[in-house]
Nanobody
């Protein structure tokens, strides 16, 4: 599976961004999809995930109520809508694909990773 993330950019605090991840290769619908982010000097952290089995979604406490993950199996895409952005949301955002549908908050559950897209939130 090849993953290509896009949609990052510079936005003011309180603004919104919609990140998108396009997948190619094997059957997209059979993979759970996740978004992670990594700020400078920090470890990569979980943001949100959606399962392949029943489209259950999970979001990190840090973005709960502000982030929505969705998938479109017909288009082989997964999106992350981020609202009410804060400067602490500044990071490189990565999409990832997992054959599992459990413990999707763990980096080691994922088999494939995209290249990342930069999100910068100015105060």
């Amino acid at each position: 599976v090849q993953l290509q993330a896009s949609g990052g950019g510079l936005v003011q605090a309180g603004g919104s961004l919609r990140l998108s991840c396009a997948a190619s290769g094997r059957t997209f619908s059979m993979y759970s999809m996740g978004w992670f982010r990594q700020a400078p000097g920090k470890e990569r952290e979980f943001v949100a995930a959606i399962t392949w089995s029943d489209d259950s979604t999970y979001t990190a406490d840090s973005v709960k109520g502000r982030a929505t993950i969705a998938r479109d199996n017909a288009k082989n895409t997964v999106s992350l809508q981020m609202n009410s952005l804060k400067p602490e949301d500044t990071a490189v955002y990565y999409c990832a694909a997992a054959s599992s549908d459990s413990r999707l908050y763990r980096l080691d559950q994922y088999d494939y990773w995209g290249q990342g897209t930069q999100v910068t939130v100015s105060s």
